[in-house]
């Protein structure tokens, strides 16, 4: 049976647009419930109230203690980049391209990407709403420089010509919210993923100026409106965007990147365009095509992708121990001396009102007073033993629904630092171990989340990057074997400079002895490692497939 020939014409821009805008808007829809969730979430770990003034406001904050913990545990510091062969072959060209690989990553994450800060908050967003995200980009930089080139007649004219001066590959964090993922169960069942990237106009226009005139369409026609953009938003986050001045100070475009594998197409699309700001081929040439590893996940099964967060396992025990706070909060605050006092006496009234430190009260009619009983007898006050037997077992109730959010998160006492001088080494060791085995799930995670996105950049490198580049950021002439190889290129260089004199030499007349070599300078030490046959075949190990 024959398709219609609708059917048979390449799609338009129109419908690529639709297509796509469509897509994105059941994206949104999918992931609905989870990101009110999130929001909630975020909203408990960091209130906007200012003070405690009410009973409702109350609360015992072990949400953001856990968190404040988890954080540093599971990631602390930059990481280290190990590039090695995989079978530790002894192999000097094998080993130098690692060299320079590790070198050159190392480079970046230390010196001009700010790749702690960015996993920081892509672990925040990890232990928060359960989902953790970074995306990579290839970012080259181009410089005019002044160069004879060959003219129409075949003279030399001065011509500017546009050079690679820079590449560098960021790494940037990508908000939970604006990550949207095709329906899929696991990772490997993903179609495309896209990213909100928020432009101002004038990085808009400079950035889409050229697409613009290819599809035709007009750049002043796009709409300056996050709100419109973020349809789903609800009205908590999109209050709180308000109130940071994020959209309020400058309007900000919001662009969808999306990353085809099907495809294997960048499709730049944003509301209120019928097409396509922008379409690219495949230029990185990747080999899982996408520039953002599996993210950072919550709690998943294998029915859907989406995670569900820590935080929902033990929101009820959470929301008990609010409950039991402010229980407590309202005893505390009545728990005051209150009582009453024979008004005959007006000497009690003065004793009562304070403020009378090793001073002696005198009292009128002392033998009527001590008849009735003194003191004892002439003051009563509220009592209060109820109270405190209640708050006592209120806060024995706490504590209780606290070892029971430490035994559901594995925040064992040894890992928040708590201990009693009753227990023993051994019972400190399995304490320990008991943590070890929760912390090391998230930081295992952590860890290949992090590898991934190495292995992103290193790929981009390999591909992207000129010999000229890997070598100028990786220094490898300061290399111990690359100066060798130098130093032997030198020599090379003086014994055939030293050969060919002595070739054009005359030969000796008979009976005289041989003329003395002729005395040349040597040439100047090879130092640019560019020249290493050893660099050189490393590099094109690294562009090999």
Request: glycine letters at 6%; one cysteine or more; aromatic letters at 8%.
């Amino acid at each position: 049976m024959s398709q219609s020939p609708s059917k048979d014409k390449p799609p338009t821009p129109e419908d690529r647009a639709s297509t796509w805008l469509a897509r994105i808007d059941a994206g949104w829809k999918a992931g609905e419930k989870f990101r009110k969730r999130g929001e909630k979430i975020t909203r408990i770990y960091r209130p906007e109230s200012e003070g405690q003034d009410s009973d409702e406001k109350a609360k015992f904050n072990i949400f953001w203690s856990n968190i404040e913990i988890l954080g540093p545990a599971t990631y602390s510091r930059r990481p280290k980049v190990e590039v090695s062969r995989r079978h530790h072959d002894e192999d000097p060209t094998g080993s130098l391209a690692g060299q320079i690989l590790e070198r050159a990553l190392q480079y970046e994450i230390d010196c001009k990407d700010d790749f702690h800060a960015t996993m920081r908050l892509v672990v925040k967003d990890r232990l928060l709403p359960g989902l953790g995200q970074a995306w990579v980009r290839y970012e080259p930089t181009f410089k005019k420089e002044p160069q004879n080139l060959p003219g129409p007649d075949g003279e030399p004219v001065m011509q500017e010509v546009e050079l690679l001066s820079d590449e560098f590959t960021p790494i940037d964090y990508v908000f939970w919210q604006d990550l949207i993922i095709s329906p899929a169960r696991t990772w490997a069942d993903v179609r495309w993923v896209a990213r909100l990237i928020p432009f101002s106009k004038a990085a808009l226009e400079k950035r889409f100026a050229e697409a613009a005139k290819q599809f035709k369409y007009d750049l002043k026609n796009v709409p300056f409106d996050l709100d419109a953009t973020r349809e789903g938003e609800s009205d908590d986050a999109r209050g709180t965007r308000e109130e940071t001045g994020s959209d309020s100070d400058t309007k900000r475009a919001g662009v969808y990147e999306i990353w085809d594998r099907e495809t294997r197409e960048i499709i730049f699309v944003i509301k209120g365009v019928p097409v396509p700001l922008d379409i690219k081929s495949d230029q990185l040439q990747l080999e899982d095509f996408f520039v953002c590893p599996r993210p950072l996940l919550g709690t998943t099964t294998n029915d859907r992708f989406l995670p569900v967060p820590d935080y929902v396992f033990y929101q009820e025990q959470i929301r008990e121990l609010d409950q039991i706070t402010r229980r407590i909060d309202v005893l505390v605050r009545d728990l005051r001396l209150v009582g009453v006092y024979d008004a005959t006496q007006d000497s009690l009234k003065e004793i009562l009102g304070g403020g009378h430190d090793n001073k002696m009260i005198p009292v009128t009619s002392w033998a009527a007073f001590a008849e009735r009983g003194g003191l004892k007898n002439a003051v009563d006050f509220l009592p209060i033993d109820q109270v405190v037997k209640i708050l006592s077992s209120l806060y024995a109730a706490r504590d209780q629904v606290k070892q029971t959010v430490y035994e559901i998160t594995g925040m064992a006492d040894i890992v928040r630092g708590a201990s009693m001088a009753s227990e023993t080494l051994g019972a400190q060791e399995i304490k320990a171990k008991f943590a070890n085995l929760r912390l090391s799930s998230r930081q295992q995670q952590v860890a290949e989340f992090v590898t991934a996105i190495l292995r992103l950049k290193a790929e981009i490198m390999c591909r992207q990057y000129s010999p000229a580049t890997l070598v100028r950021i990786s220094c490898i002439d300061e290399l111990i074997e690359v100066k060798r190889d130098l130093e032997r290129l030198s020599q090379q260089q003086a014994q055939q400079a030293q050969q060919q004199a002595m070739q054009g030499m005359p030969p000796p007349q008979p009976g005289q002895p041989p003329a003395p070599p002729p005395q040349i300078p040597p040439p100047p030490p090879v130092t640019d490692p560019m020249q290493s046959p050893l660099v050189q075949k490393a590099l094109e190990l690294l562009k090999n497939e």
